[in-house]
């Protein structure tokens, strides 16, 4: 079975948005390929991000918001509407403050694909492998394998939590 039959089939049997983007990590794992794998939406009219799903649950939990900084990488991934790729530990410090941790799971190059629906940023896909993985062509992957699933599970993923969530 390919791996997007497999996603499809996935998706249809999903209960949760965790299971959603569960199966989008799965898509992903083989090619690009990563070692960590986080999912962030963002809302851009609040100014927030927030991670809804991680395959390292321990050092990425899933919890609250922060803020978008409007920096080099929101420029990239927002206004130019491009992935963002870092080679090495040393790029990713550059943006990351949380290059150590990312250094300690054996990851040293980071690729972060943005998601626009209706015109707008809603989510980003990120991946991060060992230095040098995010190669032209494995990005080139990404870029045309991911988008479309993405948007899938982040839509459904907002229809999931409306139909889940408890009145104030």
């Not at 986080?38 to 803020?67: C, F, I, L, W």
């Not at 190059?109 to 995010?134: C, D, G, W």
């Not at 870029?143 to 939590?161: G, K, M, N, R, V």
Request: charged letters at 20%; a negative charge; hydrophobic letters at 45%.
């Amino acid at each position: 079975m390919s791996s997007l039959s497999t996603f499809a089939n996935k998706v249809s049997a999903a209960i949760s948005s965790a299971e959603l983007w569960a199966a989008l990590d799965t898509l992903a794992s083989a090619e690009p390929g990563h070692i960590l794998f986080t999912v962030t939406t963002v809302e851009m009219d609040e100014g927030v991000a927030r991670r809804v799903y991680t395959n390292h649950p321990k050092q990425y939990p899933v919890s609250g918001t922060k803020p978008i900084h409007r920096d080099e990488w929101f420029e990239i991934v927002h206004d130019q509407r491009r992935s963002f790729v870092a080679h090495t530990i040393k790029d990713i410090a550059k943006v990351f403050p949380d290059h150590e941790l990312i250094a300690s799971l054996g990851c040293g190059s980071v690729l972060n694909l943005p998601i626009f629906l209706r015109n707008k940023l809603v989510a980003t896909i990120n991946m991060l492998a060992e230095e040098q993985h995010y190669t032209a062509e494995r990005v080139a992957v990404a870029e045309t394998l991911l988008p479309i699933p993405a948007s899938l599970c982040w839509a459904l993923s907002a229809q999931f939590d409306r139909a889940h969530k408890t009145p104030d």
